[in-house]
């Protein structure tokens, strides 16, 4: 099953927000860092670990 990594995005923080309840600037920033992080050069870097 493929999932959109836009649709991962919204599920994890709208869960995120839900259970934890941090402030929305909060959640904004880690999950677009989390987005342009992926796209980076680090991205290589950061496979290993997540998989």
Known sequence: MDVPL?????VVG???I???RP???LVAVILLGG?????SL?????DPITK
């Open 6 to 10: 836009w649709l991962a995005l919204v």
């Open 14 to 16: 709208a869960l995120g």
């Open 18 to 20: 839900k259970l934890i």
């Open 23 to 25: 402030p929305w600037w």
């Open 35 to 39: 987005y342009l992080l992926a796209d």
């Open 42 to 46: 680090f991205a290589p870097l950061i």
